[in-house]
């Protein structure tokens, strides 16, 4: 048996400011040939686990193009071309192959190309032809279309946000497409549409016990896999929106019926599930007032994992106006600063002016005199799921009895890592300040007296109906509050 195995993925914000370049693919993920190294990137994770259960089993596995890059804007037109042909042009040269499985995210937009991953599937499907299966695992902030799923035998999505099983999803994937390969299943995917938009965190209830739910279900006779797309609400694309995926052993009926019943569950709790976040000044006096420490603020409307530049400076003003002190910033994206700060060295004393440098929504440049405490060249820290991720040159500053982390490459704040690997301890600070919409809460919930999601100015609007979308499907909640009306067909 011959198995091709490829990654290509990014989660794009539409209206965020920086366009996605072939130098974003190349900081954050870019490997050919397989050479992962010993820590995989986490959508480069998937394609070892399934070379190591290939091998195991005797079959040949050929693997293409292995790229992610950090969320953000539009994917450069000829950057997606460039990379989709090179995985087209590899899966060409490997036929005649038995299977494809690919590593991919699911909300990947380019100038050109509402669906990328649509049309790579679509490119895929006409080399290997109509009976070769294909499966994909997917990012769960995903965007999922009916042709999409035409052309595609088994789907598996995250289940958890953060995205700590993107490995366990992997094994699941294996499991399904190795049945395939073997003969001995016949995966079909069912898909029910909620006709919602949203974020759910799966840390807290009601969304812990749904998770657990599916969980459950798929222990039913038949029922290889359930998942919940999220999607993405800043990706404005016909298919966003949030689906119910079950993957059934040649039981599309049933199948059909078990994702309408989760997803209309799922639909009578989206006023539970809906987080709840306070206005920036709210969010300020409620981490003043606390007593205990640390509380970590969120920054999720500059989280670089959902395309925010990571440069915004709302929250770190507020602070320094107020005179708050004992804070740990975490961190600013600044390449034109970290670099004046690792030629000036550990030690430096300089004035500096630092962040708000992409646009409005990143806010006004602080003006700040620091003092250099610590250089890191071509930094990289560990993230979700043990992966790693790349920060470029970074630097540690002191100002206003506050320590900043700035840093070259942009990165998403996940773990204490990001912290600890300058020499400091978060656990000691008053406040943390996370660009972070969630990934951070594993990492940081067991030493946080408090976590405050905030809703600063930014990239990110956290008002899922002020969104200003133009090419989503309709009627969707909460644009629209009653999608159901008349039954209207919701095209994806």
């Not at 250089?375 to 790349?390: A, P």
């Not at 656990?427 to 996370?434: D, M, N, S």
Request: proline residues 6%; charged residues 25%.
């Amino acid at each position: 048996m011959k198995i091709f195995t490829a990654c290509l993925g990014t989660e794009t914000h539409t209206g965020a400011p920086l366009p996605t370049d072939l130098a974003a693919f190349e900081s954050s993920h870019l490997v050919r040939g397989g050479a992962h190294g010993e820590t995989p990137h986490m959508f480069g994770a998937p394609l070892v686990l399934w070379r190591e259960r290939a091998a195991a089993k005797g079959w040949d596995v050929v693997e293409g193009l292995s790229a992610f890059a950090t969320p953000s804007g539009l994917v450069v037109r000829k950057v997606y071309e460039d990379l989709r042909d090179e995985i087209l042009e590899t899966l060409r040269a490997a036929m005649p192959v038995d299977a494809v499985i690919l590593s991919l995210h699911g909300a990947m937009v380019a100038d050109g190309y509402d669906d990328c991953e649509e049309d790579l599937l679509l490119g895929i499907r006409e080399i290997v032809g109509p009976d070769i299966p294909i499966g994909a695992e997917y990012d769960l902030h995903c965007h999922v279309s009916r042709r999409f799923l035409d052309d595609l035998n088994a789907l598996v999505i995250y289940k958890e946000y953060p995205h700590t099983d993107f490995r366990a999803r992997a094994e699941e994937l294996w499991t399904i497409m190795q049945g395939a390969i073997e003969n001995r299943i016949k995966p079909v995917i069912s898909a029910f549409d909620c006709r919602m938009i949203g974020l759910y965190h799966t840390t807290r209830e009601p969304m812990r016990s749904f998770v657990d739910r599916m969980t459950a279900l798929e222990r039913t006779e038949r029922v290889l896999s359930i998942s919940l797309g999220h999607g993405f609400p800043w990706g404005d694309v016909p298919a966003e929106g949030t689906r119910v995926i079950v993957v059934t052993d040649d039981r599309q009926a049933e199948g059909d019926a078990l994702a309408e019943k989760l997803g209309r569950e799922l639909w009578n709790m989206r006023d539970e599930i809906t987080p709840r976040y306070l206005e920036l000044d709210a969010a300020i006096d409620a981490a003043v007032a606390e007593t205990a420490g640390p509380v970590v603020i969120a920054d999720m409307a500059d989280n670089p994992g959902g395309g925010g530049p990571g440069d915004s400076t709302f929250i770190v003003r507020q602070l320094l106006q107020r005179g708050v002190g004992d804070v740990a910033v975490g961190g600013i994206w600044d390449p034109v600063a970290t670099s004046i700060c690792v030629g000036a060295g550990v030690g430096a004393r300089l004035s500096l002016r630092l962040g708000g440098k992409t646009g409005p929504s990143s806010g006004e440049p602080l003006d700040l005199d620091v003092e250099v405490k610590r250089v890191l060249r071509e930094h990289s820290i560990i993230s979700l799921g043990g992966s790693t991720r790349y920060m470029g040159d970074a630097a540690l500053l002191h100002a206003n009895g506050m320590d900043f982390i700035i840093h070259e490459a942009r990165c998403q704040n996940t773990m204490p890592d990001f912290f600890e690997s300058f020499g400091l301890d978060p656990a000691r600070y008053k406040i943390l300040v996370v660009k972070s919409m969630q990934h951070f809460h594993g990492g940081y919930a067991p030493i946080a007296a408090r976590i405050i999601y905030c809703a600063a100015p930014g990239t990110l609007t956290w008002d899922m109906s002020k969104i200003a979308h133009q090419k989503i499907a309709r009627p969707v909640w909460p644009i629209d509050a009653d999608p159901w009306r008349g039954n209207v067909e919701r095209p994806w």
